[in-house]
């Protein structure tokens, strides 16, 4: 079964600290990583996309990949209440010639004050 | 651009009816997803198009579902009839490229007594 995995939570962290969400694959061949965050109520929203190994950085976000380990992980600088919100792994399995985009559970961040 | 729409914003029917949600992806994207949100199984694709083609729906749970794409401006999910394990929240995305990010729309919750 070709999956995405992710930690539940809720994962808490103090305001200001780094909030570190881990996101594990099981599909060797899959090129393309994304995060997203989801409001309580709303739509997934994207943040970040990945695509080669290493760091990726955006403002406060830096995305890691790593093929060998199938593993990516999103790190929040500077973690504020408003980034409060399930944060939705997502991959590009392959299956039957075709890529399918495949989405973890989601890990729930909570940024205390 | 005004994004991902989707229609109605929330839906109550009975057991049995008919239930047609209603998605405009954004202009120029030449993919469509539709997936279904549930507390229990998380974020899970029916079915994507592409150019109005439909390239895998192995995530349709069973023959009550069906979607279509007459064209590129517009897709529906079909469910006859309705069970109440139908209810969730269906969201429809788009991209341009399989291998970027998605716009979700705002989604349907949908609720089946």
């Known amino acids: 079964q070709k999956e995405v995995e992710q930690n539940s939570g809720p994962l808490s962290v103090p305001e200001g600290a780094i909030a570190s969400l881990n996101c594990t694959y099981s599909?060797?061949?899959?090129?393309?990583f994304f995060w997203y965050r989801q409001y309580s109520g709303k739509s997934p929203e994207l943040i970040m996309s990945i695509y080669s190994n290493g760091d990726k950085e955006d403002g406060r976000f830096t995305a890691q990949l790593n093929k060998a380990s199938q593993y990516v992980s999103l790190l929040i600088r500077d973690s504020q209440p408003s980034d409060s919100a399930t944060y939705l792994c997502?991959?590009?399995?392959?299956?039957?010639?075709?890529?399918?985009?495949?989405f973890g559970r989601g890990t729930s961040l909570i940024v205390h004050p | 651009d005004a994004g991902v729409i989707q229609s109605p914003r929330h839906e109550v029917t009975e057991m049995g009816q008919e239930v047609t949600l209603r998605c405009k992806p954004i202009s120029g994207h030449d993919y469509l997803f539709w997936y279904r949100q549930t507390m229990m199984r998380g974020l899970e694709l029916l079915i994507y198009?592409?150019?109005?083609?439909?390239?895998?729906d192995s995530g349709m749970p069973e023959d009550r579902f069906s979607a279509k794409m007459p064209n590129a401006s517009f897709s529906t999910l079909k469910i006859q009839p309705s069970e109440p394990r139908d209810s969730a929240v269906y969201f429809c995305?788009?991209?341009f490229g399989q291998g970027n990010g998605y716009t979700f729309g705002s989604g349907t919750r949908l609720t089946v007594v």
């Open positions: 997502a991959v590009l399995l392959s299956s039957g010639g075709s890529y399918i985009p495949t």
């Open positions: 599909d060797r061949v899959s090129q393309s």
């Open positions: 198009f592409n150019n109005n083609v439909p390239i895998d």
């Open positions: 995305a788009s991209s």
